[in-house]
């Protein structure tokens, strides 16, 4: 499979000294950025599944199309199948965006998602190239 270049590629960050999780997406066939979110102090998996549901909402709201996200993280990925996260940290954000997932999900369930193979392809173009 060659390098994606529709669909929205999502990302997140988190930084131990500045104790703050960001994420974002793009727009894969236009590099353009389409949603940015600072969560504040989370984790970086919180900050994946959260982008992941961000771009969900943005492909339904603006009949996105392709309807194909991409993250480089397996637990995000997971999270988004199950429609329910693992984490025990409290978080108002996983909760609605959980509920979400679950009241929408004949139209959630359209959207294909996928992991980003960074070996073959390089970073993420979400990534914040922190690292």
Known sequence: M???VEGIATDAAHSMKNGKTEYQGINLATKEQIFYKDLGNQT???????AVVEAVKFIIENDFQPRIIYTDSMTAIAWFKAKKTSST???KDLTRA????????????????????????GETPAD????
């Open 98 to 121: 959980e509920m979400f997932l679950r009241a929408l999900s004949s139209d959630v369930d359209t959207i294909e998602i996928y992991h980003w193979d960074n070996k073959r392809w």
């Open 44 to 50: 970086t998996n919180i900050g994946e599944f959260l």
């Open 2 to 4: 060659r390098r994606p």
């Open 128 to 131: 914040f190239g922190r690292k």
């Open 89 to 91: 940290k409290p978080c």
